[in-house]
């Protein structure tokens, strides 16, 4: 049975792992960042597919992120979303947020019980954020291997110049293999940039839904809480039988 592991090693301080689910993180000593696939089995460009459909999830749930926290925040700005609350009907990243930012105009809100679930969330943005800036301008490689023997290393730079070092004796298979390294480590690196631009963005929309005085403190945290439940719940979603349809109740 074809298999695949995925590992990238990070340059500096500990690394914060990564939020996908995808790659296992470690300190690297490279000046950038080394991402390092390696497979085995007799297929081993098909144990490559499962994690692309992945990253193909994390693309749409993160669109789908933008989208609906848009759409939440002129939604909890009308009168009729500041009277009835946090509604059972919301999704559950929906209903997470409402949980603090309704009812508006109401008393300013309780944070206690919620203290340390919003410090750890915190944390973990705060550390994914310092490591995407580690890397950030760094020239990535990625390098790749099948039944432990090495197939390329590959140097991909921000300005868009690759160089790529091959192996001996590669099959059109083993060729392949690499090729779909490069663009599942790339891929990641650009999902991590993404979820970093929309959690900034989440943080300006969200601090002034929030009463005052409480604002710069809960809207980094309930972003990153937001961004997170849908990833999750876009990768539960991929893991269901194609016959099950997922009806997400508008709001």
Request: net charge positive.
């Amino acid at each position: 049975m074809a298999a695949a592991t995925f590992r990238v090693l990070l340059p500096g301080e500990p690394a914060a792992g990564d939020v996908l689910g995808l790659w296992d993180a470690a300190p690297g000593d490279e000046p950038g960042p080394v991402w390092e696939v390696a497979v085995s089995g007799e297929d081993a460009l098909a144990s490559l597919q499962q994690p692309a459909r992945q990253l193909d999830a994390v693309t749409l749930a993160l669109s789908a992120a933008e989208r609906r926290l848009q759409r939440f925040v002129q939604t909890s700005r009308s009168p009729q979303f500041a009277l009835a609350g946090p509604a059972l009907t919301l999704p559950p990243a929906e209903r997470r947020l409402a949980a603090l930012v309704a009812p508006m105009g109401a008393q300013p809100i309780a944070l206690a019980g919620l203290r340390t679930d919003l410090d750890e969330a915190t944390r973990r943005a705060t550390d994914f954020a310092h490591q995407v800036r580690r890397i950030a301008g760094q020239v990535a490689l990625v390098r790749s291997s099948a039944a432990r023997r090495p197939l390329g290393h590959t140097r991909v730079g921000w300005g868009g110049d690759v160089r790529t070092v091959w192996a001996a004796g590669l099959s059109p298979t083993d060729v392949a293999v690499h090729d779909r390294a490069v663009q599942l480590a790339l891929a990641t690196i650009r999902s991590w940039l993404r979820i970093i631009t929309l959690a900034s963005a989440g943080i300006v929309q969200l601090s002034l839904l929030f009463p005052s005085g409480v604002g710069a403190i809960t809207a980094l945290p309930a972003a990153w809480n937001f961004i997170t439940d849908i990833l999750a719940e876009y990768q539960r979603l991929r893991a269901l039988p194609l016959s099950v349809v997922y009806v997400c109740t508008p709001f």
